[in-house]
């Protein structure tokens, strides 16, 4: 899929004076080579614009031929010890680090080639506001050439960014089992071997087809790999149905373990409904950060079981999408198992640890970057999503409602701080997040090519009030859109569906200010 850039806001719409979330707008992967010259490549962090006009960074080769850094004109470049600083993982960008703005700066140890990120302070002329970013440039010893600029990412609200880091999650682990290579059979001897809550299987680098296998992993065991793009797992055939993955994490007892450093690519199969990763069961507290998931036709992670808990986070969820014999794909799919003959809906705990937290991950070409059902909880918060033609009118966020009264539908949802962007190639307007069933709050989202603020709706709009599971308890603020009176109305800030206006009431259902008492659970999360 071409990378797609970002755009400056068209329009901006204050609902509250709340104090905005931090949202960080992040390009994803662009892979934009950096020519080995005087011009070089030009930077704009908010609009992706590689042209010299209104550009923040410029990379370039200086007299001797090595790589080189300037600055723009409203910029500058973090710096240590008078050269351009390769960021530490998980360093802050913040206004307390030392810049520099003028003259062709040193690169210092990003000669001796790899990955590096480099820390950006710069104005944004859409506000005229200070913002913090950064880029992430892999570089070749010794000149620093051939250069590839990989990502880059700023934080709309003018406070300090995070450089993506390894977390120490699998530090202490219980036992480490590492298979021969990544192929099937090998990883499958070594989960036989992790038995014990707390072990890890190591999966080492790699590029491997799995054809149709299945490993299945003992609850709180947990699966990592040698780094997203160095171990790749792969499907080519056809799976029959939801309950097949490349990796199955079991949670019996509610133990969890977690997965990380993997790349996952899924068959691109129209017919089928294979998944990258599934955590199945009472999943207690687990995590899955660092995976890249792509191509799987029901859901890139798919989290199904009773009340699960955990986060998901630094990760990428891409291309999962497939509309042959009904419409399916996620990046990540959050399914509890509550049932009116059954295990009875939770109860509603906006603000707590009680949910499915996904944060700081980009999406894109997804039919739904989240989908839920069945009493699930979650939280999307710090993420970018981007949607493309054929996936434009699924709703890039999503809480699904309950069919019948057989069945329950989303229990809450809490989503904030997100950027929803379109390729503004081939569109300008899209569905955005839309909102089914469940209760929950959405606020301090930036989505410019939005032309509404929320979607509202229930999955069967017809019989008496209320309707089972339908959204009564919806609060949205300080979302910014680009309203579109001529389609949506003179406000253009909820869009109720037609047959549902009679059932979803503006300040009985849903209401356009902050939940009171409401407080966002602690950011980042505990467990990263």
């Known amino acids: 899929m071409p ?79 008078g050269a351009v600083a390769s960021l530490d993982e998980s360093l802050a960008v913040a206004p307390a680090a030392s810049y520099a703005s003028s003259g062709i700066l040193a690169p210092g140890r990003l000669l001796a080639g790899g990955v590096h990120h480099i820390g950006l302070r710069f104005v944004d002329e859409a506000g005229g506001a200070t913002r913090y970013g950064y880029v992430q440039l892999r570089t070749t010893a010794p000149l620093g050439y051939p250069a590839t600029l990989l990502r880059y990412a700023y934080e709309t609200a003018g406070a300090a960014i995070t450089v993506p880091g390894e977390s120490r999650l699998f530090s202490d682990t219980f036992q480490t089992f590492t298979a021969d290579s ?73 133990r969890a373990g977690g997965v990380a450093d993997l790349t996952l690519i899924g068959n691109a199969i129209e017919a089928d409904l294979d998944n990258g990763i599934w955590l199945d069961g009472r999943c207690l507290d687990f995590t899955v950060r660092d995976v890249r998931a792509s191509g799987f036709s029901n859901a890139g992670i798919q989290v199904r079981g009773h009340d699960p808990r955990g986060v998901i986070y630094r990760s990428e969820l891409l291309s999962n999408f497939r509309c042959a014999g009904g419409c399916y794909g996620y990046g990540v799919v959050v399914y509890s198992d509550a049932d009116p003959e059954g295990p009875p809906m939770p109860p509603l705990a906006l603000g707590s640890a009680d949910a499915v937290f996904i944060e700081d991950s980009y999406f894109a070409d997804n039919r739904h970057a989240v989908a839920s059902n069945h009493g699930s909880r979650y939280v999307f918060r710090h993420n970018t999503v981007l949607t493309t033609a054929r ?32 390729d503004t190639r081939v569109m300008q307007t899209a569905d955005g997040i839309v909102i089914r069933g469940g209760d929950g709050v959405v606020f301090d989202n930036v989505m410019p090519w939005m032309p509404y603020e929320l979607r509202l709706r229930n999955e069967v709009c017809s019989g008496t009030y209320p309707l089972h599971d339908q959204p009564r308890e919806v609060h949205l603020w300080n979302n910014r859109f680009t309203p579109r009176p ?22 009985r259902d849903y209401y356009r200010f902050p939940r009171p008492g409401y407080l966002p659970y602690a950011y980042p999360h505990p467990l990263r």
């Open 3 to 81: 990378a797609c850039r970002l755009h400056p806001i068209m329009a901006v719409l204050l609902l509250t004076t709340v104090p905005a979330q931090a949202v960080v707008v992040d390009s994803g992967p662009v892979a934009i080579p950096v020519t080995a010259d005087a011009n070089g490549i030009h930077l704009n962090l908010v609009d992706g614009s590689t042209l010299p006009a209104g550009s923040d960074l410029h990379i370039v080769a200086d007299a001797g031929g090595r790589l080189s850094f300037a600055a723009g004109a409203a910029a500058a470049v973090l710096v240590r010890d």
């Open 182 to 254: 990544c192929e099937p059979a090998a990883v499958a001897e070594q989960a036989g071997k992790a038995v014990n809550p707390g072990s890890t299987v190591l999966i080492p680098a790699g590029d491997c087809e799995w054809q149709d296998e299945q490993v299945t992993f003992a609850p709180g065991v947990s699966v990592r790999g040698a780094g997203r793009g160095r171990t790749i797992l792969r499907r080519k055939l056809a799976m029959p149905d939801w309950t097949n993955a490349l990796l199955h994490l079991r949670c019996d007892g509610g």
């Open 391 to 422: 996936t434009r009118g699924t709703g890039m966020i999503d809480a699904h409602g309950a069919g019948n009264t057989g069945e329950h539908g989303s229990r809450s949802y809490e989503i904030y701080a997100n950027y929803l962007g379109v």
């Open 486 to 507: 001529d389609i949506y109305g003179p406000t253009g800030a909820v869009w109720v569906d037609a047959a549902c206006v009679p059932y979803i009431v503006e300040n």
